[in-house]
């Protein structure tokens, strides 16, 4: 008798011993959570990553980004062309310069006011441009990118609510 009674204590004692070791501590649990937490992130800087490598290479980027640069070449070309005919002007109508200063100084006033409405002109068009920039983007580029913002926004209220659905979990594992 007595030795079946040693075996069910030895039992009982090798039972309590491995529930104990396999009951994980506070420290094991932080570092199992901030585990978790890290590979959430990571996959979700992946996938946003992912998707922002995909939105720069689609068609309709590279078809904007193409837009833009030859709508650019084109308002460098004017803008040349405008100061070439500006130049032109101003050295047509002046009179050969005379020798004395008091004349000189007429010419420079009168390249001054020219300077000042071409850049005016130059100012006005920025603004026209600015405008249709403005107007594209609302027509034609906001359509599109709302889309991916909306996309965004959810992912990460979905990572926050399963970061919160995590909490309480980890939470009720240590009060027992």
Request: glycine share 2%; charged share 25%.
């Amino acid at each position: 008798m007595k030795l079946y009674l040693a075996a069910a204590v030895l039992m009982l004692v090798l039972a309590v011993h491995t529930e104990a070791q396999d009951e994980p501590t506070l420290e094991q649990q932080f570092v199992k959570f901030q585990t978790q937490v890290k590979e959430i992130a990571e996959d979700l800087t992946e996938k946003t990553k992912t998707t922002f490598e995909q939105l720069e290479k689609s068609e309709f980027a590279v078809k904007t980004k193409n837009w833009f640069t030859e709508q650019f070449e084109k308002m460098s070309r004017l803008i040349f062309f405008v100061l070439v005919v500006t130049l032109q002007v101003c050295l047509t109508s002046s009179s050969p310069l005379p020798t004395s200063a008091p004349d000189n100084a007429g010419l420079l006033e009168r390249a001054k006011q020219v300077y000042r409405d071409t850049k005016a002109k130059v100012l006005n068009l920025g603004g026209i441009v600015a405008g249709f920039a403005g107007m594209y983007y609302e027509d034609h580029l906001k359509p599109v990118t709302d889309s991916y913002m909306e996309w965004a926004k959810d992912h990460a209220s979905s990572l926050w609510e399963r970061v919160k659905s995590r909490v309480p979990t980890f939470r009720s594992s240590q009060d027992q």
